[in-house]
């Protein structure tokens, strides 16, 4: 069965550090992609990163990257130089076998950023 | 990327009534989605909402519980019907366009 784990409930980093949010998977499927979205209080989805499992490099968008480790099955979420509005939820996601928009989530990791 | 709007931002229900919500998104859109995130939660898919024909519930959720229609490639509205407190939860619309972008969402409190 397919399955994405966030084993960090909360993070605190502080203001202009990077920190790295954690994510494995599960799946027996060769193909799979794996996104990163960001909740902040008011409850909107905001979509972050997307890595599929065939690409070569790891995706980058602005200060967000994306270290995919296959073998390893974890694509964990770098945030460089934390600012204080990156307070928030932020959840890993897998893209289900067959349909583009059938993602299972992880239960999230609360990140707060510390002025 | 596509922008989607959705109607109520918000409701207070009472039990045993129904609530429609709205979604609409500012472009074509091949698949419509609607996720729920029960308070504390992630999220769980409900059902994929087909333009035409009748959606694609995920296991737990059924039709006469959450209608949903999608009249056309912009629009898609999800029902709870005959509502309990268990159903207290944000809902959310979602469109495929070249990755999965979600409305602000519905956050629905029943009494």
């Known amino acids: 069965a397919q399955k994405i784990t966030q084993t960090q409930p909360g993070m605190f980093v502080q203001e202009k550090e990077a920190v790295t949010l954690d994510c494995t998977y599960d799946?027996?499927?060769?193909?799979?992609?794996l996104f990163w979205y960001k909740q902040p209080s008011s409850g909107e989805m905001i979509f972050l990163i997307y890595q599929g499992s065939y690409d070569q490099q790891n995706a980058t968008e602005g200060r967000y990257s994306l270290n995919f480790q296959k073998a390893r099955k974890s694509a964990n979420l770098v945030i460089s130089a934390s600012q204080l509005g990156d307070s928030a939820m932020y959840f890993c996601?897998?893209?289900?076998?067959?349909?583009?928009?059938?993602?299972?989530f992880g239960k999230g990791t609360k990140l707060s950023v510390k002025p | 990327s596509a922008v989607i709007s959705q109607k109520p931002s918000r409701d207070i229900c009472q039990r045993g009534t129904s609530l429609t919500i709205q979604c609409q998104v500012d472009?074509?859109?091949?698949?419509m989605f609607w996720y729920r995130q029960q308070p504390g939660q992630s999220l769980t898919l409900i059902a994929t909402?087909?333009?035409?024909?009748?959606?694609?519930?995920e296991s737990g959720f059924v039709i006469d519980k959450f209608p949903i229609s999608r009249p056309n490639l912009t629009f898609s509205t999800l029902t709870v019907s005959n509502m309990s407190p268990e159903d207290s939860s944000i809902y959310l619309c979602s469109g495929w366009d070249r990755g999965l972008f979600f409305g602000p969402g519905t956050r629905l409190t029943v009494l």
């Open positions: 909402a087909n333009q035409g024909s009748e959606a694609t519930y």
């Open positions: 472009s074509q859109v091949t698949m």
């Open positions: 799946t027996s499927d060769p193909s799979y992609g």
């Open positions: 996601a897998m893209r289900r076998g067959g349909s583009q928009g059938n993602l299972i």
